[in-house]
């Protein structure tokens, strides 16, 4: 099982990104994805999750509003639009499998990780 997120890089405050998680060795239609990110000197936090089907997705208050998650089944993809991005955002980001079909919000409720991808943001 293998999930490599790309799309991340240096953005000015107000602009966007669309990180992309592409899963391969798993049913990947069978499970919900979950996005994490970890800021330098701080611990890693949800920032979003989607179930199996997309029916159903969630967010982290920080986020709402200004991040989408998505996903294309058909291609074995998972998508992260951010835009209004802002300074505080500045985080490796990544993507990891649930264990169940839902979408889930903890670090121990996901297994397989992706490596991450770096997102800097600049005031």
């Known amino acids: 099982v293998q999930l490599v997120e790309s799309g991340g890089g240096l953005v000015q405050a107000g602009g966007s990104l669309r990180l992309s998680c592409a899963a391969s060795?798993?049913?990947?239609?069978?499970?919900?994805v979950g996005w994490f990110r970890q800021a330098p000197g701080k611990e890693r936090e949800f920032v979003a999750t989607?179930?199996?089907?997309?029916?159903?997705?969630n967010y982290a208050d920080f986020v709402k509003g200004r991040f989408t998650i998505s996903r294309d089944n058909a291609k074995n993809m998972v998508y992260l639009q951010m835009n209004s991005l802002q300074p505080e955002d500045t985080a490796v980001y990544y993507c990891?499998?649930?264990?169940?079909?839902?979408?889930?919000?903890?670090?121990?409720?996901?297994?397989?990780w992706g490596q991450g991808t770096l997102v800097t943001v600049s005031s």
């Open positions: 990891a499998k649930s264990k169940s079909a839902w979408g889930a919000d903890k670090s121990f409720e996901h297994e397989y």
């Open positions: 060795g798993l049913t990947f239609r069978n499970y919900g």
């Open positions: 989607i179930s199996w089907s997309g029916g159903y997705t």
